[in-house]
């Protein structure tokens, strides 16, 4: 999946009045005390059986939970008519940072119904250059508006030297990688004063200088850095059909017991290779990795990702639908003991 | 740490891997100073072909209009003028993409273009304005909201020697649609400073009297001589139509 994706780039849609509540930004609004977690560490919550889609107010929780999708300017209109149930949603935040007009007037306006989160895409966590203090201000001001609990990013590098390849790239599987992407980590938790997940990203190819398994890169930095991974199941997949392993095993290594949130979607075929493209629907080994993920990290949120070819609201919604299914079965009956070992011991 | 810093294999590895995802340097010499990959070379290399991919990319989704005109006669112009994919190269090399969204790696293309075409006289001039007007049309629709009167950033006055409104809303019916024959106007691409719209507005000569004083700006001699109640009216029109918001006036 690339950055050039994910960005908006569209042009007018209808004019959606601006709508504000004023509401002060809370940090964190009951509920789950995060500050008295470390970074990025999230507890598990039993699935409470209440409705999941109620639209928020100033009292509620932003917590996202359930199965959630992402919102795009393709479904700008369509999620203002949408009566069907939407669990949350996530959005890129480089598409509002420094940002106005409609689509950011469409956020404030989604924002005051369902639970937002933003999965970033640009910030290089393992990247070289520094962190960009000015980007980060504006991120942490959107994030407290949205009363966003937590904020995710890539496990990658995308710009050296101020050249930005608007792509997710693989580091080096090496300890120095490790050491250098977990002090940015804690460096970007501690600026956006919220918990931290990383995405354990799709890689066509293992970088050389590498020591260590795509397991044991992800689980060091997220130890080190002492956050959450937000667990791409479509990744572990599209991975392990790449490097021909076995997607089970490599969801097994990965740092599971660290999971805030998942992420589902599709994947393309060119050639030889698989390409995690967010532009078909689930296929069904991925549909039953995602449901053993869950039987191994618990009820977390999940998001059903659509990013290229996106179809209409209603397609894209079906596809969460079937995905919301398995989470209520799995939720229903999930105890941490039933978590398999790897999940909980890891 | 710096890509360029020695002190360590993981700068040595971005150090290498900045020109070659750039395609300034062969995947040989890359892989002779990081090492073999450990898979093939053609998944490595692959992450070229997704950088390049990436660019070609937005430049579609900023410049669509564009690209079609220029796939569709880049057989029948001067060589020179060159392909929509040789253009493209030269600018990535001229303008490596940086900025933390992709939109930015397309903001430098109008006037790459204009200079391009001081080199390359074959260069039509409607590539250039048909590049302008997609830029522009993206900078307003994205502008942030609280920037007073918006100019240059939420409003764009422009003058433009083609019907490029026009034969962008052709191009979007029907790819084959002709260049129509120049007919220079004054334009404001703007978003509505209330309703969220991207927008054009043909503005009278009082209406551009008014932007320029609402800007600040010098008002061009030709223009001088306008009646000052006819730019008063102008104004009111224009804050009408939503280029401007209404005017502040200080408390007495």
Same mark, same amino acid.
């Given at each position: 999946?690339?950055?050039?994706?994910?960005?908006?780039?569209?042009?007018?849609?209808?004019?959606?009045?601006?709508?504000?509540?004023?509401?002060?930004?809370?940090?964190?609004?009951?509920?789950?005390?995060?500050?008295?977690?470390?970074?990025?560490?999230?507890?598990?919550?039993?699935?409470?059986?209440?409705?999941?889609?109620?639209?928020?107010?100033?009292?509620?929780?932003?917590?996202?939970?359930?199965?959630?999708?992402?919102?795009?300017?393709?479904?700008?209109?369509?999620?203002?008519?949408?009566?069907?149930?939407?669990?949350?949603?996530?959005?890129?935040?480089?598409?509002?940072?420094?940002?106005?007009?409609?689509?950011?007037?469409?956020?404030?306006?989604?924002?005051?119904?369902?639970?937002?989160?933003?999965?970033?895409?640009?910030?290089?966590?393992?990247?070289?250059?520094?962190?960009?203090?000015?980007?980060?201000?504006?991120?942490?001001?959107?994030?407290?508006?949205?009363?966003?609990?937590?904020?995710?990013?890539?496990?990658?590098?995308?710009?050296?030297?101020?050249?930005?390849?608007?792509?997710?790239?693989?580091?080096?599987?090496?300890?120095?990688?490790?050491?250098?992407?977990?002090?940015?980590?804690?460096?970007?938790?501690?600026?956006?004063?919220?918990?931290?997940?990383?995405?354990?990203?799709?890689?066509?190819?293992?970088?050389?200088?590498?020591?260590?398994?795509?397991?044991?890169?992800?689980?060091?930095?997220?130890?080190?850095?002492?956050?959450?991974?937000?667990?791409?199941?479509?990744?572990?997949?599209?991975? !392990?059909?790449?490097?021909?392993?076995?997607?089970? !095993?490599?969801?097994? !290594?990965?740092?599971?017991?660290?999971?805030?949130?998942?992420?589902?979607?599709?994947?393309?075929?060119?050639?030889?290779?698989?390409?995690?493209?967010?532009?078909?629907?689930?296929?069904?080994?991925?549909?039953?990795?995602?449901?053993?993920?869950?039987?191994?990290?618990?009820?977390?949120?999940?998001?059903?990702?659509?990013?290229?070819?996106?179809? @209409?609201?209603?397609?894209?919604?079906?596809?969460?639908?079937?995905?919301?299914?398995?989470?209520?079965?799995? !939720?229903?009956?999930?105890?941490?003991?039933? @978590?398999?070992?790897?999940?909980?011991?890891? | 740490?710096?890509?360029?810093?020695?002190?360590?294999?993981?700068?040595?590895?971005?150090?290498?891997?900045?020109?070659?995802?750039?395609?300034?340097?062969?995947?040989?010499?890359?892989?002779?100073?990081?090492?073999?990959?450990?898979?093939?070379?053609?998944?490595?290399?692959?992450?070229?072909?997704? %950088?390049?991919?990436?660019?070609?990319?937005?430049?579609?989704?900023?410049?669509?209009?564009?690209?079609?005109?220029?796939?569709?006669?880049?057989?029948?112009?001067?060589?020179?003028?060159?392909?929509?994919?040789?253009?493209?190269?030269?600018?990535?090399?001229?303008?490596?993409?940086?900025?933390?969204?992709?939109?930015?790696?397309?903001?430098?293309?109008?006037?790459?273009?204009? =200079?391009?075409?001081?080199?390359?006289?074959?260069?039509?001039?409607?590539?250039?304005?048909?590049?302008?007007?997609?830029?522009?049309?993206?900078?307003?629709?994205?502008?942030?909201?609280?920037?007073?009167?918006?100019?240059?950033?939420?409003?764009?006055?422009?003058?433009?020697?083609?019907?490029?409104?026009?034969?962008?809303?052709?191009?979007?019916?029907?790819?084959?649609?002709?260049?129509?024959?120049?007919?220079?106007?004054?334009?404001?691409?703007?978003?509505?400073?209330?309703?969220?719209?991207?927008?054009?507005?043909?503005?009278?000569?009082?209406?551009?009297?008014?932007?320029?004083?609402?800007?600040?700006?010098?008002?061009? %001699?030709?223009?001088? =001589?306008?009646?000052?109640?006819?730019?008063?009216?102008?104004?009111?029109?224009?804050?009408?139509?939503?280029?401007?918001?209404?005017?502040?006036?200080?408390?007495?």
């Amino acid at each position: 999946m690339s950055h050039a994706d994910l960005v908006h780039r569209g042009l007018p849609h209808g004019g959606l009045p601006q709508r504000h509540d004023g509401r002060l930004p809370q940090r964190h609004d009951g509920g789950l005390s995060h500050g008295r977690l470390p970074h990025g560490r999230l507890p598990h919550r039993r699935y409470d059986g209440r409705g999941l889609i109620q639209p928020r107010s100033s009292m509620t929780t932003t917590q996202p939970t359930g199965v959630g999708i992402g919102l795009r300017r393709e479904h700008f209109a369509a999620i203002e008519q949408c009566e069907r149930r939407v669990g949350w949603l996530e959005i890129i935040p480089e598409n509002y940072v420094a940002h106005g007009g409609h689509a950011l007037a469409n956020l404030r306006w989604c924002a005051e119904r369902w639970p937002v989160v933003a999965h970033g895409v640009s910030l290089s966590v393992g990247g070289p250059d520094p962190l960009d203090e000015d980007y980060l201000v504006g991120l942490r001001r959107l994030l407290d508006e949205l009363r966003a609990p937590f904020y995710t990013d890539h496990l990658c590098y995308a710009t050296i030297g101020g050249v930005n390849f608007y792509d997710l790239l693989p580091l080096p599987f090496s300890e120095e990688a490790v050491h250098h992407t977990a002090a940015r980590i804690r460096q970007l938790a501690d600026r956006l004063e919220r918990p931290v997940a990383v995405e354990n990203i799709s890689y066509y190819a293992t970088m050389p200088g590498g020591t260590m398994s795509e397991g044991q890169f992800v689980s060091a930095v997220v130890e080190e850095a002492d956050c959450g991974l937000l667990l791409d199941v479509n990744n572990v997949y599209v991975n !392990a059909q790449n490097h021909r392993e076995d997607p089970r !095993a490599s969801l097994a !290594a990965l740092p599971l017991h660290r999971t805030m949130q998942i992420h589902i979607a599709g994947h393309v075929k060119e050639g030889e290779r698989i390409i995690d493209n967010h532009g078909r629907p689930l296929i069904e080994p991925v549909w039953a990795l995602y449901e053993q993920a869950l039987q191994a990290v618990g009820p977390v949120p999940t998001l059903l990702e659509w990013d290229t070819d996106i179809p @209409a609201l209603d397609r894209v919604l079906d596809e969460a639908d079937r995905a919301q299914a398995i989470w209520e079965r799995v !939720a229903s009956s999930w105890s941490p003991s039933h @978590a398999p070992r790897t999940a909980r011991s890891a | 740490m710096s890509p360029d810093d020695h002190g360590g294999a993981l700068a040595a590895f971005f150090a290498q891997m900045k020109p070659y995802l750039l395609g300034q340097q062969a995947l040989a010499p890359t892989l002779r100073a990081l090492g073999p990959p450990h898979g093939s070379e053609d998944d490595f290399s692959f992450y070229r072909v997704l %950088a390049e991919r990436n660019l070609f990319k937005v430049m579609l989704e900023l410049y669509g209009p564009l690209r079609t005109l220029w796939l569709r006669r880049q057989d029948e112009l001067p060589a020179a003028v060159g392909t929509w994919r040789a253009m493209v190269d030269e600018y990535i090399a001229a303008h490596p993409p940086a900025g933390r969204h992709p939109n930015c790696f397309g903001e430098a293309l109008p006037e790459f273009l204009a =200079a391009r075409r001081e080199r390359i006289p074959e260069q039509p001039v409607v590539y250039e304005e048909l590049a302008d007007f997609c830029w522009i049309r993206t900078r307003a629709h994205q502008a942030p909201d609280d920037e007073g009167d918006g100019f240059d950033s939420r409003l764009f006055v422009r003058q433009y020697s083609y019907p490029i409104p026009d034969f962008v809303a052709a191009l979007g019916r029907d790819s084959q649609a002709p260049v129509p024959e120049p007919q220079p106007r004054v334009l404001l691409v703007y978003r509505h400073w209330q309703q969220l719209q991207v927008r054009l507005f043909h503005p009278s000569a009082a209406g551009l009297v008014a932007l320029a004083r609402r800007q600040g700006v010098e008002v061009p %001699a030709p223009l001088q =001589a306008v009646p000052s109640d006819h730019v008063e009216i102008a104004d009111a029109a224009l804050v009408e139509h939503g280029v401007l918001g209404p005017r502040v006036t200080a408390p007495a």
